[in-house]
């Protein structure tokens, strides 16, 4: 029988064929898959990032996508890795990437065949993606196909390259069609997809200059996962960079990124409010650059202001009473001054880790307070496992790899992670509970990751600083036991002081929601809904898709999220310019 050859190739193509023919006629898709199979659809068939589970579901929802999508010639994609036999989430299985097309587009996709015991060990589908790649009619001039720029030559009196590019920046008699808020690596990746479909974009940024946002973070930071996870879109980090990079290099890094992908950028610039006109189909948005006022009606607003906008400052009782400095961790940037001082910090994050380590480095006396149990992970190697799939292969088959994940299986995937980090790691937190560290491992031993995913913070890389709270050189204390704050520092519920000169805030943010309300007030809030977190289409709420707010758009997450999700935010702003998709829901 076909489906059981060794000739793993064979197999996979034959049950593309399968498919590709039950698309048509749809009785025999239901031998095409496990019973518990997943189907991660991003855009291809749905217009949607959703994630269907079971096959049951699987089957309703391709008969009715595909009617209108009509998805064809299906086929094992030969620029990318052939199929082959893999474990993923602890099950192997023959993962085969393909190529496809449908009415509007070509598309990507992968899939897992595993054998089914109860059938004959007939191949069927454990999981299967499939995600837009292109428009037709619009695609990415690269490679092959990029641009002559003859037009730049020919006329040696009219504009040259120089002049138009600095023309297009200015917007001094039109205005563009979208507007991103934030120039961090979020805002950079869709601006960067956007150009190369030609949409015009402009990035505006309340920072003085470009990569600010990652140049004014504390002194000692580097990047927490390696280069090869971090490159931006079309143009990769130079194969001499470290492995670990120091921000200051990655903040450099931003403004050739802007100059190299001519993209139009305003800094001191602040977005400071926005309302929609429902029937023009566009924004009115205030923008403050260096104290001047200008008013935009952009068809498309991006909020890529970092899932970590405003600052959460907790109310701690009797921190008003104390007379030394206290500064929120977004604030804090250098331990220099603090040479020889006492410092406390609160929150056991990455950055209150971070600061601890960088005023004890500069001599200071530091006490961290815990406020609630967190994850520890060594940078490495636990912390990078995750990544293994970029170890090797190309980048784009490992972001289709990453893309290609259910929520269910990467959950697990995610907790068999956490287990081995947990082995790894065991010297080092066995040594923290020692001294009275609470850990944490995430829901249902998620890890890392999915705190991040969940609720943005909750644990910390170990750099060090573990390890010099389990050698009592960076002291440790519970929030618990602390009574009130008093002029000279914490005043402990055993009735001694711990004096202090300065407390470190390291208490996180408040979430986006906050900022949509402020900057758009309360009924694009609700009709937005919660934004992050994982909800019912079991996909991030309201990342890279349309909201419930026509034009409205929201980019966030690591670098390697960011380059995936700006392809697919940016073809769905083509589309809808081209007219082929509805402008919001
Ligand atoms: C200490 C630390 C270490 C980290 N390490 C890593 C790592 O190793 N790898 C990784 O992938 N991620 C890391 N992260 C997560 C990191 O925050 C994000 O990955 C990254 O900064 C998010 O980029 P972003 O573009 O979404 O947002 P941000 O970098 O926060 O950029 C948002 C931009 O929006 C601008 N802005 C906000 N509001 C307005 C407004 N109203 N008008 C104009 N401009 C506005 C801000 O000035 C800012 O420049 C780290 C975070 C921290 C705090």
């Keep these: 029988m076909l489906d059981r050859t060794d000739d793993i190739s064979v197999a996979a193509e034959s049950w593309l064929a399968r498919f590709e023919g039950a698309l ?50 299906f086929q094992i994609d030969p620029g990318r890795a052939a199929p082959r036999r893999v474990a993923r989430a602890g099950i192997i299985s023959i993962e085969t990437m393909f190529k496809f097309e449908t009415a509007i587009g070509r598309g990507n996709g992968i899939i897992r065949l595993t054998p089914d015991a109860a059938d004959c060990n007939r191949l069927k589908a454990w999981t299967i993606l499939t995600t837009l790649e292109e428009l037709k009619g619009f695609e ?41 808020i934030g120039g961090g690596q979020s805002g950079l990746s869709i601006a960067a997809r956007l150009k190369q479909l030609n ?39 130079p194969p001499n960079w470290p492995t670990y990079i ?61 899932v970590s906008g405003i600052p959460n400052l907790p109310d701690i009782p009797g921190l008003r009473n104390f007379t030394g400095k206290v500064v929120h961790s977004s604030q804090y940037d250098d331990g220099e001054n603090w040479k020889g001082k006492r410092a406390i910090v609160i929150g056991t994050g990455n950055s209150g880790h971070d600061i601890a380590q960088d005023l004890y480095s500069s001599g200071a006396e530091v006490t961290i307070v815990q ?16 990544y293994s799939p970029y170890n090797e292969g190309t980048l784009d088959d490992n972001d289709l790899i990453a893309t290609s994940m259910p929520l269910p299986l990467a ?26 560290f609470k850990l944490d491992f995430g829901e249902d031993n998620t890890g890392w990751q999915f705190k991040y995913l969940t609720r943005g913070g909750g644990y910390y890389f170990n750099v060090g600083c573990s390890d010099l709270i389990v050698k009592g050189e960076i002291a440790l204390k519970q929030f618990s036991d602390i009574d009130t704050f008093v002029a000279a520092g914490a005043r402990m519920k055993s009735g001694e002081t711990m004096p202090a000169d300065l407390i470190v805030l390291a208490t996180g943010y408040k979430r986006q929601e906050e900022l949509v309300r402020r900057l758009f007030g309360d009924e694009v809030t609700k009709r937005v809904g919660t934004i992050w977190g994982f909800g019912e289409e079991q996909e991030l709420r309201n990342m890279y898709v349309r909201t419930g707010q026509p034009g409205l758009w929201f980019i966030a997450g690591g670098l390697a999220q960011c380059r995936i999700g700006s392809k697919y935010l940016a073809l769905q702003i083509k589309a809808i310019e081209e007219g082929l998709l509805p402008h919001g829901r």
């Design 24 to 73: 048509k006629s749809p009785g025999e898709l239901k031998a095409l898959f496990h019973s518990e199979s997943y189907w991660r659809d991003v855009l291809a068939l749905s217009w949607n990032i959703q994630t269907i589970n079971g096959a049951d579901a699987i089957l309703r929802e391709l008969q009715a996508r595909s009617r209108s999508a009509a998805p064809k010639n």
């Design 140 to 180: 990415e001039q690269l490679g092959v196909a990029r641009p002559r720029g003859n037009a730049y030559s020919r006329d040696f009196r009219g504009p040259n390259w120089f002049d138009l590019r600095k023309a297009s920046a200015e917007y001094a008699d039109h205005d563009p069609t979208v507007l991103v």
């Design 199 to 237: 949409v015009d974009t402009l990035i505006v940024d309340r920072e003085l200059r470009i990569g600010d946002n990652w140049r004014t973070r504390y002194h000692a930071l580097t990047l927490h996962n390696q280069v090869q996870v971090n490159h931006l879109p079309y143009m990769l980090f």
């Design 246 to 306: 120091p921000k200051d290099k990655l903040a450099n890094w931003f403004e050739a990124y802007v100059e190299a992908m001519e993209l139009n950028f305003w800094t001191e610039t602040e977005f400071e409010r926005g309302s929609y006109d429902e029937q023009d189909g566009r924004w009115t948005v205030t923008l403050r650059r260096a104290g001047v006022t200008r008013t935009m009606h952009p068809r498309h607003v991006v909020l890529a202001t970092g």
């Design 371 to 386: 406020r609630s149990p967190t994850l520890i992970v060594s940078i490495e190697p636990s912390a990078q496992l995750v």
């Design 411 to 436: 959950r697990k995937s995610h907790a068999m992670v956490t287990e081995q980090s947990k082995q790894l790691d065991q010297e080092l937190l066995e040594g923290l509970e020692r001294v009275g």
